[in-house]
């Protein structure tokens, strides 16, 4: 069933008046003020600083990756009824330079606070990071990271340029061929998000490792980008925007995946869980043994009940997923938790503390800069995002399969 | 009575029509899933989940207590040096009892709220109908629908676009 759909130019752009179109300025400022903040508030301690800054670049990152990866999955599962809500995932992703300019302050500022490996005294006492330091050094490190950039912006481009050249073309083929790229694409994202989740949040303590840890954030990325598209149509469709077109069945489908990745993610976080404890092996349990200690028992605690039963069971009916009301409050809930599941990963890491430098993990003691990096970070996500948000359509309305999205029904 | 339609859509109009005229005992037989006909004829949602999320919880339960019964209470033995009721090991097995019951729940579900298993049903006995299962799209009404009336209702199909009306009898 392939015939034209026209849709009103009103109910697919951004809307001239509300917050919307001023999403740059107002984000430009909250971001320029938080990091502004962040800075002179760090005070006495630079290293909290870096540590709060890591915390805050994740949570947005892996917004941005959970587009790329939504745009290439698309594809990949040639899939009809998620066209109406791609457009506004590709958009997401395309944030993805801002985060390559955003990373620079890690290796050029925090390296030594975040990374103990990179510190070669350190080093030369510890046999374990002697021999992991053909991986674990800090050119190499560099190096990965531009590779992982280069791989998602140019996988973003790839993506978004073809599907922009469609909304002109209307041409079936683009569709045909994304659809045959896609796998080696997502082969690409798949190995690039697994070896910076290692490289970014895994060495933080660089004696530990989970060969599960790249799934783990994977699945946290999947749940923010499924919450923040939903909270994006809903915010949108509030100014009449996408009206008609993002229908209570796409707020159904969306909700099964976001439901979905909650259990996923749950099933990812307890089987680490499981075999690091059932194993019983101190090398593995002190991870968790940082996250159970120092006041973050609680918090932990919270991880399993917040991001897990509590969103199962506000998720699972269908009414739920349908109901406007359920799924602002169940994504902007999994939006908050996302952010307390990576300050769980950063944050309980062991720094050299006292008058001999001992290692001793970082106590659960929030802290101003936590704020005000992931305000500043934030805002300029969304300023960005704002502005690409303002160029052309929200919705891809040549995309061959838009009637089909259109007329989507869940069952 | 057996009423046949020519398609899905003049099938999904009629359906709207014989659900605002009030009838309750009757149904309606397509060849495929035809969306939007569960709306047309004013069918509630299935009430299928229940089943399975209040089978799923206690598949996951009986799972759990078997394991706390058999580990901790007829047979405690130490393993690894692990507490007898060390709930983190029990989670694997009392997640697969959730899966267990929660399909059986579906399965089970589906056959009470579908009237199943039923051996014969009357409207086997028409010819026409052995054709549902190919390329023909029928609305039946039973006689002990209070609204029935052997001759209105027949007048009532005809207007809604029947093509072709049969009385289907017992036996």
Not at chain 1, 171 to 194: E, H, Q, V, W
Not at chain 1, 366 to 388: E, K, N, Q, R, S
Request: hydrophobic fraction near 50%; glycine fraction near 8%; proline fraction near 5%.
């Amino acid at each position: 069933m392939e015939h034209h759909v026209t849709l009103d130019s009103q109910q697919i752009t951004l809307p001239t008046s509300g917050l919307w179109p001023k999403l740059p300025a107002v984000g430009g400022v909250i971001g320029v003020v938080g990091l502004g903040l962040a800075f002179l508030l760090q005070g006495e301690d630079p290293q909290r600083l870096a540590f709060s800054y890591l915390t805050g670049f994740m949570f947005w990152v892996t917004i941005a990756l959970g587009g790329l990866f939504f745009v290439i999955l698309h594809y990949l599962a040639r899939s009809g009824w998620s066209v109406v809500v791609r457009r506004l995932a590709e958009k997401v992703a395309a944030t993805l330079p801002l985060f390559a300019i955003l990373f620079l302050p890690i290796p050029l500022l925090f390296m030594h606070d975040l990374f103990h490996w990179s510190d070669a005294a350190a080093v030369a006492h510890d046999p374990l990071l002697q021999h992991k330091a053909p991986y674990l050094n800090i050119a190499f490190f560099n190096l990965r990271a531009v590779i992982y950039f280069a791989v998602w912006i140019g996988l973003m481009i790839y993506f978004n340029r073809a599907s922009q050249k469609q909304d002109a073309s209307a041409d079936f083929g683009i569709t045909a061929r994304l659809n045959k790229r896609s796998a080696p694409c997502m082969i690409l994202f798949g190995l690039t998000l697994n070896f910076a989740a290692v490289d970014w949040m895994m060495t933080l303590d660089p004696h530990w490792f989970s060969t599960i840890f790249g799934v783990y954030t994977f699945a946290g990325c999947v749940i923010a980008i499924f919450a923040t598209l939903i909270l994006m149509s809903l915010r949108l469709q509030r100014r009449g925007v996408l009206e008609g077109v993002v229908t209570g069945e796409h707020y159904h489908d969306m909700g099964k995946m976001l439901f979905g990745f909650v259990v996923f993610w749950a099933y990812i976080g307890f089987s680490q869980f499981m075999l690091i404890w059932y194993a019983n092996i101190p090398e593995e349990t002190i991870w968790f043994d940082h996250r159970w200690h120092n006041g973050w028992q609680p918090v932990s605690i919270l991880l399993a009940v917040g991001h897990f039963a509590i969103p199962f069971f506000w998720l699972i009916s269908q009414p739920a997923k349908r109901s406007r009301f359920a799924m602002t409050a169940g994504a902007l809930w999994l939006l908050f938790m996302h952010y307390v599941d990576i300050y769980w990963l950063v944050m309980p890491t062991p720094v050299p503390s006292g008058d001999h430098h001992a290692m001793v993990a970082q106590a659960f003691q929030p802290a101003a800069t936590d704020i005000a990096c992931w305000l500043g970070i934030g805002g300029l996500f969304v300023a960005y995002l704002g502005h690409l948000l303002g160029q052309g359509s929200l919705v891809p309305k040549a995309d061959p399969r838009l009637a089909e999205s259109l007329t989507f029904e869940s069952v | 009575m057996l009423a046949e339609f020519p398609d899905p859509e003049t099938l999904m109009h009629a359906c709207a029509k014989v659900r605002d005229a009030g009838f309750t005992c009757w149904d309606a037989h397509t060849p495929f899933p035809v969306h939007g006909l569960d709306k047309a004829m004013g069918l509630k949602r299935s009430m299928v989940s229940a089943f399975v999320l209040i089978l799923g919880l206690s598949g996951a339960a009986a799972g759990m207590l078997l394991q706390y019964w058999t580990s901790a209470l007829a047979y405690p033995i130490v393993i690894s040096g692990k507490p007898f009721f060390s709930w983190p090991a029990f989670v694997p097995i009392m997640f697969e009892c959730g899966v267990l019951g929660g399909a059986i729940g579906a399965v089970l579900g589906m056959l009470l709220l579908g009237g199943l298993p039923r051996h014969h049903h009357a409207l086997f006995n028409s010819e026409a109908f052995s054709r549902v299962s190919d390329d023909a799209f029928f609305i039946s009404i039973e006689a002990q629908d209070p609204k029935y009336d052997a001759e209105t209702t027949h007048a009532f199909l005809d207007g809604i676009g029947a093509q072709a009306i049969e009385k289907v009898m017992e036996d």
